[in-house]
């Protein structure tokens, strides 16, 4: 089972996330989605992750789909979605070029979409999914407030920014903005030492880590180097690698910190990956300590773990 971290007053999302990006690269029948809901459920992940734009703008409604065909099961779960990419595909395919729109209009026509595709009155958290280098953060700032004023989001949050994007828009707004989810793992651990953390953990605001195994990159050539140490790891605890390099995250000192320490969102075209991956916080959050060997190699900072006692 997952521990749960709190996101915004009354809000609790699972500490590991189900992330929806892939959903559509697999069957998408109502069935099969709400058995890999329900597989999450079993294992305390009760947080997905969604985006307007998965699956060309039709991985909300494959969720959807599920919700529908399962009365109840929207409220056992808590739903992330985002909005502010707009690429030729789907239902912008009239677009000229991929760009980011956080105009009001804009971000109220995705909600609208996003609620009517997931067959939902609210979305839990709504995020900025990217920065908008032309955004006007006083009028996406009170499109947020307003959205949440009226029910329809229950927080607003941001994804990628840099500490600057995101005071910018934090100073404009009455909510406080929930959390920024970030690129992060044992492929990504910039944010650890380049100040995107630090920012967080001052404001005492949970981060959302995504691509915690790079999307899977970490068992492929990129993650040579680790891979082996992983494993050993999780020889000790009779998990996989996967499960060891989450744990690692988990494991982060802010854990200590209610509000800072990391949600993941963790993601599978599979069914069994969420069960696996929930293994890592039976073994990691407590077991693993963390060794920063600060080896910069081609400008990359290179973090390890080992296992407590090793
Ligand atoms: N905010 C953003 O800009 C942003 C960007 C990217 C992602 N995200 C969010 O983060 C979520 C997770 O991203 P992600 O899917 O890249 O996460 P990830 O958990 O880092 O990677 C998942 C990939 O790793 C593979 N994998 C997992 N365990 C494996 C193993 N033991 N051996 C080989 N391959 C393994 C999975 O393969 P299988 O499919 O075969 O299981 C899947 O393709 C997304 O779904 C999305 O919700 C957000």
Known sequence: MTDRIEIADGLTFSRLVYGMWRITDADTSPGHVQEKVEACIAQGITTMDQADIYGGYTAEAVLGGALK???GLRDRIEIVTKCGIVAPVGRHAEASVKHYDTSKA???ASVQASLTDMATDHIDLL?????DPLIDPEETGRVLDDLVAEGKIRAAGVSNFRPWDFSLLQ???HARLATNQIELGLLAPEPLVDGDLAFLQERKLPVMA?????GGKLFGEAGKPLIHALEKIGKRFGVDAGAVAIAWLLAHPAK????SAPTIPIG??????PSRSSSAVRTGSHSLRWRSVMKCHEERVMMRCSAIGS
């Open 210 to 214: 995504w691509s915690p195994l790079g």
């Open 256 to 259: 200590s910190c209610r509000c």
């Open 69 to 71: 065909a399962a009365p």
């Open 171 to 173: 100073s404009n707004m």
């Open 106 to 108: 804009h971000i109220r």
């Open 268 to 273: 599978s075209r599979k069914l069994p990956r």
């Open 127 to 131: 995020l900025i999914h990217r920065p």
